[in-house]
């Protein structure tokens, strides 16, 4: 524990040295802007935080990206901007010729390049205020109250070479206000006056100074110094390479496997998109972000502050239950068992009856009954529906491009989402939601889609274009639900980019049919181990009020007032963390006493609802033997900290807790409270810490508020 006090510290010290400030707590004062270098041959973007630097003369290229928050050069030499194939020919974006040595480079080095054969070269470039690329229409709590990125976004235009005169690219880029943040995406736009075929593409490719020198084994990745994240939405794979750079062969690694370069493309292939006359492509979008330490806590701030920034939409976080049934008595039961408990939103379950794809007047008439009336009492309600990992038909799925028939892909079989059958589900959901009103979709398996070898399907040619034009069909819809106002939960990541707002915080479904009690454990293990990299508002766990898989009575909460010890532990560590669960079952209470304990502690939740879905800073792992517990931390709010600690044992223990308050901005002193009781004024150790002595309940639980 003290080596970890004094990591952090450490890793703070430096960070406040090279920056004065640090922006995890203070985003202010770090604006950018982007200008031309002093002898004009380059373009400077820069925030304060990260600065990247284009030389323009004799031809485009990333000489640098330095970290100003360590002050390091991140780049060994210059690289290209991409490189894009059309008609079947590479054609780099800009690129120096005469690199010799890939280690380090000199400035004046520069002067005696010149530009790559075949490439496209700079036409003219310009610079305006960063906006949003996708509507938020915020219809509910969230920690980010508005969406309003500040910042600069940098266009630089190129124009291809020889046959592909009128063949012209922006590369945009944009740099954001208080955060280390670079984006990057490129459009191609076709003036030639004939069609072409953009067959692939790469959007980065950068020599990143390696992380680590090995010389006999595989050094670690260069991505331990820098998180990349784009916009495409695949569970199975992203658009991040790092590879070896054979070039580079002053490297001490013998074999020259240093894994050191960084590619952004697509993951298989494509996207083979055909660009007629006067058209255009648009790629999908990057992110890159350098870390200033290696402390593990402050990495996943890094992450989360990130994820905040570029898709506030998953800090909403509606109190929710999962309702199995459809029938007409059970829906109107739990409508007014949420208004009574002050729960805010209905999912019709899996398995709950609920058919978004039948277009019947009958079907669309039920639930469009249910949506008013949960909406004439304050309710938002919506439903599941399954896309992948179901089997159509022959002709519908996809088709293994190694076997020649459906089956043994990603979830053994899916439909491909670029058939005539992908079409018109995708046409049935959106028409459900506008004719029923519903305001939350759960989609269960929407996924970029697995590489189709089909050449028969309606909206792909062939394996090539597939998974693009698979992505294109879900990202009109997600982004076409953010925009109306409709909560997504999404089993997969990558959507989160493009509009959906909750994924599993990651758990084994089976476990949810283990021993209450085991449940319980493992369930805090699951919160606890989520939220390293991820804000808590941006996952769901589960509770089985009713059986899930199996476990019988053992395993289930009904009957709830009969269980209500183990309702209630569920209840306070999802809470207690700003992690939703999906109470799945037909009723949330079934006496009076259930209610008012549900009532009751969602109350505490609303009434420190900011604070909850805040930063979490990790105290102890469960292990079932002795205390756990996590920290909430905002330097923004009046409640800077909010403590969960929990006893799994048979007896009360009393422990002295060491708190890292460095991360709620109190510098000199902190008033904290226990579980109500008067606050007691601390003074902060040299790191930021205090050491606080807490009594916790046998199977029990203790709250610190800090302020």
């Not at 790629?283 to 890094?302: A, H, V």
């Not at 904290?672 to 046998?698: C, F, M, N």
């Amino acid at each position: 524990m003290r080596r970890l006090f004094i990591s952090l510290l450490l890793c703070v010290i430096s960070c406040v040295a090279a920056n004065g400030k640090d922006w995890l707590l203070d985003k202010s004062g770090f604006e950018a802007s982007v200008g031309k270098s002093a002898d004009g041959k380059s373009l400077i973007m820069t925030n304060g935080l990260v600065t990247r630097t284009f030389r323009l003369d004799p031809a485009l290229a990333t000489t640098n990206i330095v970290n100003e928050m360590t002050g390091e050069s991140m780049l060994r030499t210059a690289c290209t901007e991409g490189t894009l194939t059309i008609n079947g020919v590479d054609y780099p974006l800009g690129g120096l010729s005469g690199v010799e040595e890939r280690g380090y480079m000199l400035p004046e080095w520069i002067e005696e390049m010149t530009p790559l054969e075949n490439s496209f070269l700079v036409t003219n470039w310009t610079v305006t205020e960063l906006k949003p690329r996708m509507e938020w229409n915020r219809k509910r709590w969230a920690l980010v109250k508005e969406w309003n990125p500040k910042g600069k976004e940098l266009t630089i235009n190129l124009e291809g070479p020889g046959e592909m005169k009128g063949v012209k690219v922006e590369l945009h880029y944009e740099i954001y206000d208080g955060a280390p943040i670079i984006g990057k995406w490129l459009i191609v736009k076709n003036e030639t006056g004939a069609e072409i075929k953009l067959d692939k593409f790469t959007l980065e490719e950068l020599a990143f100074v390696e992380y680590e020198s090995d010389v006999d084994h595989d050094p670690a990745t260069s991505a331990n110094s820098v998180h990349v994240e784009s916009d495409w939405a695949q569970v199975s794979c992203g658009t991040t390479f790092w590879g070896t750079d054979p070039k580079y062969t002053s490297q001490v690694n013998y074999g020259l496997q240093t894994v050191c370069f960084l590619t952004v493309k697509l993951p298989n292939n494509g996207p083979a998109a055909s660009i007629p006359a006067g058209g255009r492509f648009e790629s999908f979008r990057n992110w890159i972000m350098p870390f200033d330490s290696q402390d593990r806590e402050r990495k996943g701030l890094f992450i989360r502050h990130f994820k905040r920034m570029l898709a506030p939409w998953t800090t909403e976080n509606p109190i929710f239950m999962h309702l199995t049934s459809t029938k007409p008595e059970d829906v109107k039961t739990a409508i007014d068992q949420c208004v009574e408990t002050g729960y805010e939103m209905i999912i019709l379950s899996f398995g709950s009856g609920l058919d978004m794809e039948d277009e019947s007047a009958e079907n669309i008439a039920k639930f469009k009954e249910y949506v008013d009336l949960a909406h004439s009492k304050g309710i938002e309600i919506g439903g599941y529906s399954l896309l992948a990992s179901r089997w159509i038909s022959d002709d519908v799925d996809v088709i293994n491009p190694k076997t020649g028939k459906r089956g043994g892909m990603t979830f053994g079989s899916s439909p491909c989402l670029s058939s005539e059958w992908g079409h018109e589900y995708f046409r049935k959901i959106r028409s459900f939601f506008e004719k029923t009103g519903m305001d939350v979709f759960e989609h269960d398996g929407s996924y970029s889609g697995d590489p189709c070898a089909s050449t028969s399907h309606a909206f792909h040619a062939g394996l090539e274009d597939s998974q693009w034009t698979q992505r294109a069909m879900l990202e009109d819809l997600y982004k076409w639900m953010r925009a109306t106002g409709i909560y997504m939960n999404v089993p997969d990541m990558g959507t989160m980019m493009i509009g959906s707002s909750k994924c599993g915080i990651g758990y084994r479904e089976v476990n949810w049919s283990l021993p209450r009690a085991r449940q319980i454990i493992l369930g805090r293990q699951n919160i606890y181990d989520g939220t390293w990299k991820r804000n808590s508002a941006d996952g769901w766990t589960f509770t089985p009020l009713v059986q899930y898989h199996g476990g019988g009575a053992a395993a289930t909460l009904e009957p709830l007032d009969e269980h209500l010890d183990s309702y209630k532990a569920h209840m306070i560590q999802n809470y207690g963390s700003g992690v939703q669960s999906c109470y799945r079952g037909f009723r949330l209470y079934d006496t009076e006493r259930t209610k008012e304990a549900v009532k009751e502690i969602i109350s505490w939740y609303k009434e420190h609802r900011d604070i909850l879905n805040s930063d979490i800073i990790h105290l102890r792992r469960p292990d079932g033997k002795d205390w756990d517990g996590i920290m909430h931390v905002n330097p923004d709010l009046e409640e800077k900290g909010f403590v969960m600690l929990y006893n799994p044992t048979d007896k009360d223990i009393t422990r002295t807790v060491k708190l890292p308050l460095y991360y709620t901005g109190l510098t000199r002193k902190a008033r904290i409270s226990q579980d109500g009781g008067k606050a007691r004024k601390y003074r902060l150790d040299r790191d930021y810490s205090v050491e606080v002595k807490v009594t916790i309940p046998a199977f029990g639980h203790s709250c610190l508020i800090i302020k």
